[in-house]
């Protein structure tokens, strides 16, 4: 059979271009998702860390998408037959803020497709960079990791079992809770135009991707973690934010993001109590 190396031999996409204006709906739409009251309340608005993610979605029409949700064929998809992708992490460099009202353009590239042999067998590393400016002036800078496999058709994985929720642990000096059941996954897939259905569809998440449950969104909780210096230290800038995806998460259990302060930041994670983190980061102040 032919190896993933093989298959992204010659894949060498270029960089694109794109533009959109920054709206205050998708910021109010997903604070709503937190139980939050809006960010927004001035027309020229900042938007917290991370939540430009509401804005450049892609709407591929629907004869587009593949069984598992995602396009079949995507500038950015590696051409793996029978693809299979999940999120692994990322990076954000925050220079300037990004406000409501803003005419932003975004420089998208592929800077590192890396071919890796685990337990699971073949996978294959890809890193997304984006650059995010306005006026030409550089506001963020975010790379994306994500993970592609191949699963022969009718050919489920191995399932990873669910983390079994302990008790609660004593508060840390940053707590933020998330209780993330099939409708927040559904709104989140909806905010995001996400379609894949490890989020949404559960017969298709466990009998087809041989999960035990629906997944929490790997950006989800991201953001969760990044609501910590939102709420704890809301006027300081966090100027560099990076994480990593330890283990997956499932609908039904609560999940709890603690922090600590460090000299430049804070360390961060978020998962099941009394369980391995789901994701830990870290972030800098400026």
Do not use: C
Not at 23 to 35: E, Q
Not at 159 to 187: F, K, S, T
Not at 214 to 227: K, M, Q, R
Request: glycine share 8%; hydrophobic share 40%.
């Amino acid at each position: 059979m032919t190896g993933l190396a093989d298959h992204v031999a010659a894949w060498e996409p270029e960089p694109i271009e794109e533009s959109d204006t920054i709206g205050a709906r998708p910021s109010t739409a997903f604070a709503a998702v937190l139980d939050q009251a809006s960010p927004i309340d001035a027309p020229d608005a900042e938007l917290p860390l991370g939540w430009h993610r509401f804005h450049f979605l892609e709407a591929p029409a629907t004869a587009e998408l593949g069984e598992d949700g995602h396009v079949r064929e995507g500038h950015f998809l590696p051409p793996i037959p029978n693809r299979r992708r999940m999120f692994a992490g990322g990076r954000l460099t925050a220079h300037a803020p990004i406000r409501v009202g803003d005419d932003i353009v975004r420089r998208s590239e592929i800077t590192s497709v890396e071919p890796k042999t685990g337990r699971s067998g073949e996978m294959l590393f890809v890193t997304l960079r984006q650059e995010f400016r306005r006026d030409g002036e550089l506001v963020l800078v975010e790379e994306e990791d994500a993970v592609y496999r191949q699963q022969e058709p009718g050919a489920p994985r191995a399932a990873p079992e669910a983390p079994q929720a302990g008790p609660v642990p004593d508060a840390a000096p940053w707590r933020a809770m998330l209780h993330p059941d099939e409708a927040m996954l559904l709104r989140f897939s909806a905010l995001t135009y996400n379609a894949h259905r490890i989020h949404y569809d559960l017969p298709y998440a466990r009998d087809v991707e041989g999960f035990p449950g629906l997944l929490v969104h790997g950006p989800l909780l991201a953001l969760l973690l990044l609501e910590l210096p939102r709420r704890f230290t809301p006027d300081r800038r966090v100027a560099e934010f990076a994480y990593r995806l330890k283990a997956p998460s499932f609908a039904g259990a609560p999940i709890v993001a603690d922090g600590t302060l460090t000299e430049s930041g804070a360390d961060l994670a978020a998962g099941v109590p009394d369980a391995t983190p789901a994701i830990t980061g870290t972030i800098t102040y400026s």
